[in-house]
């Protein structure tokens, strides 16, 4: 299944760029966060499809399998099973899967376990790593839902689901 909005690919000039990167340091900046910075999804779509950045998603196998994630990304899960037990090797993952030397994407559910998987991966030396904000499901509703208001598949993005 994919999102019924087909996005064409995105070309971003440097101005673009540069404007999208200052914004997410200020993000991390104004909420005291120790990593290079949060996208928003749009701007986290666009940086992919420009081919500037790399999307890892940090969700488990399962999230991805059930819920559906963003093709052609690469899948280093931060946390792992039903308890969400912590992978001790994320860092080690990360560095041999894509290297520190590309901006880098992470991504979950909401934004949190990739924000705490960001600080970790900065903290091992990866300079341009960024939370994506709203993650791939968005934030709980009054009711306990997600999709309902923000997220990635709420501001329907691209996506598949098995």
């Known amino acids: 299944m994919t999102s019924a909005t087909q996005i064409n690919t995105i070309q971003l000039d440097e101005q673009k760029v540069k404007q999208i990167l200052t914004e997410a340091k200020q993000r991390a900046e104004d909420h005291y966060l120790e990593f290079t910075g949060t996208v928003l999804p749009h701007e986290a779509w666009a940086l992919f499809q420009s081919d500037l950045a790399v999307i890892v998603d940090v969700r488990t196998n399962e999230e991805r399998k059930f819920v559906g994630y963003v ?46 998987a960001a600080n970790v991966a900065f903290n091992a030396g990866f300079e341009n790593i960024y939370n994506i904000e709203q993650g791939f499901e968005g934030d709980l509703d009054e009711n306990n839902h997600r999709g309902a208001f923000n997220g990635w598949r709420f501001h329907d993005l691209p996506w598949r689901q098995e």
Not at 76 to 91: K, S, V
Not at 100 to 109: A, F
């Open 71 to 116: 093709e052609d990304t690469i899948h280093i899960p931060w946390a792992t099973g039903t308890a969400l037990n912590r992978n001790p090797r994320f860092a080690k993952e990360l560095e041999n899967k894509v290297g520190k030397d590309k901006i880098i994407l992470l991504l979950c559910r909401s934004g949190k376990r990739s924000a705490a």
